[in-house]
C-alpha cells in the first residue's frame, strides 16, 4: 500500500494527488460527508498470491488458512496508537454460509483478535437480505435499498453502542457495503466510530466509473442530466 495517495480519513488509495483536497488531504466522500466509517486499512491489493489465497480460503474450504489470513489481518492495522473496542465481522447472508459450510469471515475476525486483544461480537450486524441490483432503481430507492441491507439486532446493541468498532470483512471493492454496515452500527448500535480492516483492497476510486456519480447520486445531489 505504499506510494499510493490515500485519503486521510478513510485511506482510499488513488493513483495522483488529484482527488485528494490539497488542505485537508480528503477524498470527495469523506469532503461531502458520505463515508460512514472513520478509515479503511487493508494488508494489501487484491491480486497475485494473495487473492489466490483468499479463493482458495473461501471458495475452496481451506480453513485451515484462517490462521495466517488472520496474522495478515491483525497486522493491516497501523500502530499508531489508535484504540479500539470490539470487531464486528460483516455478516454473510444465511444462504451463502449455508452454501460454504462455515462463516469465513467470523473465524478470520476471530484469528486477527487473538493477535489483536480484542473481543469479537459476532451477531452484532445482520443482513436484511439479499442485496438485489442497484441498476435501475431511482437514486432515493437507491438508497433505501442500500440502507436497509444491515441492521443491529436489539440483543447486540449493548456491545455497540458508544464502542470503537473495528468492521472486518475479507476485500474491500468501492466500500459501499462496508459503507452501509458501518451506517447500520451508528445508527441502529450507536457506535462511537467504525474503522474497517480487510485483508485486501480491490482497485481504486478512479477504476469505478460512474461510482462517485452514483454515490452522489444516491446521497440525493442533484446532477446534470439526471432526472429526478
Ligand atoms: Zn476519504
Redesign the pocket.
Known sequence: MSAEFA??????PFLTPHPLDAQSG??????EGL?AYEGAYSYGFYGGALRRLIHLYKFERVETLARQLGRYLARALPRDGKAFDVMVPMPLHWRRRWARGFNSTALLAHEAARHLGLPVVEGALRRTRHAPPQSGLTSAARRRNVSALFNVPASAQADVQGRRVLLVDDVLTTGATARAAASALKRDGGAAQVVVITLARAGRREQFGGLLQQQRESAGYKTKGAAG
Do not use: D, S
Not at 480528503?26 to 469532503?31: D, N
Open positions: 485519503c486521510a480519513a478513510c485511506r482510499a480528503l477524498c470527495l466522500l469523506c469532503r463515508c
